[in-house]
């Protein structure tokens, strides 16, 4: 059938009808930041962030004669670990008039921008630990400080590396924040390189409860033998098994993917053992107004704490 002449329609009304814009949002960029949230928080007082490990001496036979006369042992000497604060910040300047005026599926423009921004900064946080090796960095007045990342904890370089590498160990010492460990050719993730790590972490004391790993890496995990069944509650109308649980000669360990971390590694951890600690923690500040808007800084300095890196185990050089 065809309209009747001279019908006013919504084509013909175009500029008097109002627009149909939700009062929603919508974002789907990825914010789970799976290491940082399960690390422990605690608090910096310096730039320079330092910490003691120590250790027991090895295990030996030990059988003394009765009445025997004992002289002093030498005894072993904690070791400090450093790190230092790196500041992580956003800023935006938002004019009068656009904090003034009815924006849709916010409040005011710079309380929506500074959400947005504490999510970015977190995201930034997130791939410093574990996204991208990065070495220590002191800086200065024209160098910005950087705190070292997950990889360059891991050590000792001897006897035992708790990292595994396609290719022969970096000659620097290594598990002290201050090298990445770099090289090698890039090879494909199997259970048998998982059980090795495992293996060395729990011969150097640890007790890992976490393998953090890429999206593509996790989905190669869950085909591993050890991988516990998934299920769904029926009472729940939530699937339970989106992390899967991994069960080792040494306990289980729960499988996290983790859309930041380093597409060539999986780090083996236990996750007490790790801890972000805060200078500054995230605060605004009005910055100097210059004119018809306003300034607002968001930042946080923080640092990583590798309370005891051989604890800890890193898969290096795989393929992504």
């Known amino acids: 059938m065809a309209q009747p002449t001279n019908t006013f329609d919504t084509y013909d009304g175009v500029n008097s009808i109002r627009e149909d814009l939700a009062d929603v949002i919508y974002n789907i960029s990825p914010t789970e930041t799976p290491f940082m949230s399960n690390a422990s928080k605690g608090t910096a007082s310096n730039t320079l962030h330092e910490w003691q490990t120590d250790s027991l001496a090895s295990v030996a036979v030990n059988a003394q004669v009765e009445g025997d006369d004992y002289a002093g042992e030498a005894r072993s000497a904690t070791t400090r670990l450093t790190n230092y604060t790196q500041i992580s910040s956003k800023s935006v300047t938002i004019s009068g008039t656009d904090d003034a ?5 916010m409040g005011t ?3 929506y921008q500074l959400a947005k921004m504490g999510k970015e900064i977190k995201r930034d946080m997130e791939n410093a630990m574990v996204g991208i090796e990065q070495a220590k960095v002191a800086g200065n007045a024209s160098t910005a400080r950087k705190s070292a990342s997950v990889g360059t904890w891991y050590g ?20 002290t924040g201050a090298t990445a460990i770099a090289g090698g ?4 993730y199997t259970e048998d390189l998982l059980k090795a790590g495992l293996l060395v972490a729990f011969n150097n004391g640890g007790e890992p409860d976490t393998v953090l790993m890429s999206a593509s890496h996790k989905q190669l995990a869950s085909a591993f033998n050890g991988v516990a069944t998934k299920y769904k509650d029926a009472s729940d109308k939530v699937s339970i098994g989106t992390t ?3 069960v080792s000669d040494f306990g289980e360990v729960a499988f996290v993917p983790d859309r930041f971390q380093n597409a060539n590694r999986v780090d083996i951890l236990q996750m007490d053992m790790w801890s972000v600690d805060f200078l500054r923690p995230f605060q605004t500040s009005d910055l100097a107004k210059t004119g018809d808007s306003d300034k607002k800084l968001l930042l946080a300095e923080w640092t990583l704490t590798a309370k005891a890196p051989n604890a800890n185990y890193g898969i290096f050089n795989l393929t992504a």
């Open 109 to 111: 423009q710079i309380a």
């Open 156 to 175: 000792p370089a001897s006897p035992t590396n708790n990292y595994a590498k396609n290719g022969s160990p970096s000659a620097v010492p290594l598990g």
């Open 244 to 246: 899967d649980i991994y």
């Open 185 to 188: 050719t890039n090879r494909t």
């Open 101 to 105: 005026v009815d924006n849709a599926g």
